[in-house]
């Protein structure tokens, strides 16, 4: 729960900034929240994905999918704290 707290934390910080997001996690309905108070907040445009982050086919599928979408590549936060999360808890 922790890992999630972060994660909000620092989407509704990119949020403020009028951010385009791309939220990425093994279980798709822990972002759904996420995402609409993110809206609220003022992202411009809110995706959310579920994917395995050391899974190499999934990482390459949300790239693909955020460079797709938004044109560019985009900063990738939140699957750092989601890598950095599950490898500290093993």
């Given at each position: 729960?922790?890992?999630?707290?972060?994660?909000?934390?620092?989407?509704?910080?990119?949020?403020i900034r009028r951010a385009?997001?791309?939220?990425?996690?093994?279980?798709?309905?822990?972002?759904?929240?996420?995402?609409?108070?993110?809206?609220?907040?003022?992202?411009?445009?809110?995706?959310?994905?579920?994917?395995?982050?050391?899974?190499?086919?999934?990482?390459?599928?949300?790239?693909?999918?955020?460079?797709?979408?938004?044109?560019?590549?985009?900063?990738?936060?939140?699957v750092v704290f989601?890598?950095?999360?599950?490898?500290?808890?093993?």
């Amino acid at each position: 729960m922790c890992m999630i707290w972060k994660m909000q934390q620092i989407a509704y910080e990119y949020a403020i900034r009028r951010a385009n997001l791309m939220l990425v996690a093994r279980r798709e309905n822990r972002l759904i929240g996420i995402a609409e108070n993110a809206r609220r907040m003022g992202a411009r445009h809110v995706m959310i994905m579920a994917a395995d982050v050391v899974k190499e086919d999934d990482c390459r599928r949300f790239v693909n999918e955020t460079i797709n979408v938004f044109g560019r590549g985009m900063f990738l936060w939140m699957v750092v704290f989601e890598f950095i999360y599950r490898y500290k808890h093993l």
